[in-house]
C-alpha cells in the first residue's frame, strides 16, 4: 500500500483526465511501517479454547458443533486493540500473528513443528514461543484422529487411491482436507442494513414454524436456523466484548482525542452487530468485525469480501452530504481496512506455501462492475 487515496483530475482542455494520488496519514504511514517489520507469529489462544471444547463437547456434532464451537469462540477469545487502532478485530492475541485450527486438519502442523522447522522456513517463517509449542506437542495428537481431515480420509472411495499420486489428481491418499471448501462472500449486506438481531430474529421464526413438524428434511433445517441464531449471538458478543474494551481503554487515556475515538469505537461497536449501520464507520467496522468472525470459522480458506464499493456507496454519500464526514476521514478509514486485511494471515503446509508465498490470506475484493441491471456501478468509494 503506497499512496492510496487520490480523486479524478481534469488535464489540458478536459479531454483527458488522470488520477491523482494522495498521501497518506501519519497515522496509516505508522501502521503500515509496523505491518512491514513485524515477523509474524503463531498464537495458541484459539488453539486452546477449540480443544477444550471439543474435548468437553464430544456429544455435540455437525453444524450444532460448528455453531457452538463458534459462540464460544466469541466469548473467550482475548479482544486486541492495538495503538492508534480505530477499526478492530483479530484471531489472534498478539499483532500479526496467526491462529491455528485443529479441527480442520493438525497433522501436517504438528510434524512440522516437532521438527522444528516452522520458523526456520525459507518461504513464511513463523516464530513461536517455546511453551506454546511444547503445549501444542502435549496436546496435539488428539486431534490427528478428531479433525476433519482425518474424518473424510475415512470415507475416500476405494477407488480413487489408485489415482492419488498420479500426478493427475491434486490430492493424495490422506491429509486430503487441509484446508475447507472456503471460497465465498458471506452477505454482508444484510449484516450492514438489518443487523445479526434481526437475523437471528428471522431464524428464531423459521424454527418456530418447523416444531410439531419434524419430520424428513425439516430436522436439518430446524438445526440450521438453530446454529443460525447461535452464530448470531456469537457475532453480537464478540462485538459487545470489542465495546466494553474500548470503554475501559478510554476511561484510561488521558489524550483527548484518542479518548474520544475510543468513546466513538465503543458506541459504534455496541451498536453495529445488532443494528442496521448508521455511517461510514460503522458499517467499516461491521464489514471487518463480520470478516473476522467467517475467519475464526472458516480458516481464512478464500473467504473473500468482495463488492466492496457497492457495500460502502450509500454510507459513505450520506455521510458526506450531512457533513458527518470529510473525503480525507473517509480515506484515512478505507486505507486503515486495507491494512486489517492485510495484517491477517494463516500458516500453510510449507508444500502449499511455496505455491503461494508472501502470507497470502486469499481475502479478495471487488470493486467496479455493474449494477443488478446492468448500469454502471462506478461510485466514489472506488476512487478512495
Not at 32 to 59: D, G, L, S
Not at 235 to 258: F, G, K
Not at 309 to 334: M, N, P, V
Request: charged share 25%.
Amino acid at each position: 500500500m503506497g499512496q492510496t487515496s487520490g480523486t479524478l483530475a481534469a488535464e489540458d482542455s478536459g479531454v483527458r483526465s488522470k488520477y491523482v494520488l494522495s498521501p497518506v496519514t501519519a497515522r496509516v504511514a505508522k501502521i503500515r511501517e509496523k505491518y512491514r517489520t513485524t515477523r509474524p507469529t503463531i498464537c495458541i489462544a484459539r488453539y486452546k479454547i477449540v480443544t477444550e471444547f471439543y474435548r468437553r463437547n464430544p456429544q455435540l456434532q455437525g453444524i450444532l458443533k460448528r455453531a457452538e464451537n463458534f459462540r464460544n469462540l466469541c466469548g473467550k477469545l482475548p479482544v486486541l486493540i492495538n495503538e492508534d487502532e480505530v477499526l478492530v478485530g483479530w484471531q489472534a492475541a498478539r499483532y500479526r500473528a496467526c491462529a491455528l485450527y485443529p479441527e480442520i486438519s493438525f497433522g501436517w502442523f504438528l510434524d512440522e513443528l516437532a521438527a522444528g522447522t516452522i520458523p526456520k522456513r525459507d518461504v513464511d517463517p513463523y516464530d513461536i514461543d517455546e511453551k506454546d509449542a511444547e503445549y501444542i506437542l502435549e496436546t496435539g495428537d488428539f486431534w490427528r484422529k478428531e479433525s476433519l481431515s482425518a474424518k473424510v480420509d475415512e470415507y475416500i472411495p476405494l477407488g480413487y487411491f489408485e489415482a492419488a499420486g498420479s500426478g493427475v489428481t491434486y490430492f493424495s491418499s490422506k491429509n486430503t482436507c487441509t484446508s475447507p471448501v472456503g471460497h465465498f462472500v458471506a452477505n454482508f449486506d444484510k449484516a450492514l442494513h438489518k443487523g445479526f438481531a434481526a437475523i437471528r430474529a428471522e431464524a428464531k421464526a423459521k424454527m418456530d414454524e418447523l416444531e410439531g413438524v419434524m419430520f424428513g428434511d425439516s430436522v436439518a433445517q430446524y438445526n440450521f436456523y438453530r446454529a443460525v441464531t447461535i452464530v448470531c449471538d456469537g457475532m453480537i458478543t464478540l462485538a459487545i466484548r470489542y465495546a466494553a474494551e474500548c470503554a475501559r481503554l478510554a476511561s484510561l487515556e488521558t489524550d483527548p482525542a484518542r479518548k474520544g475515538e475510543l468513546e466513538a469505537m465503543a458506541d459504534c461497536l455496541k451498536w453495529i452487530m445488532e443494528n442496521p449501520c448508521r455511517s461510514f464507520h460503522d458499517a467499516l467496522q461491521c464489514i471487518f468485525l463480520y470478516q473476522i468472525g467467517l475467519c475464526l470459522d472458516g480458516q481464512q480458506h478464500g473467504i473473500s469480501i468482495g463488492r466492496l464499493d457497492q457495500y460502502l456507496g450509500s454510507f459513505y454519500d450520506a455521510d458526506i452530504a450531512a457533513g458527518r464526514i470529510t473525503h480525507e476521514k473517509a480515506q484515512e478509514l478505507l486505507d486503515l481496512f486495507y491494512l486489517k486485511v492485510a495484517e491477517m494471515n494463516k500458516i500453510w503446509p510449507y508444500r502449499a506455501t511455496l505455491s503461494g508465498p508472501g502470507y497470502t490470506s486469499g481475502q479478495l475484493m471487488t470493486i467496479g462492475g455493474v449494477t443488478r441491471d446492468g448500469k454502471d456501478a462506478t461510485n466514489p468509494v472506488q476512487l478512495n
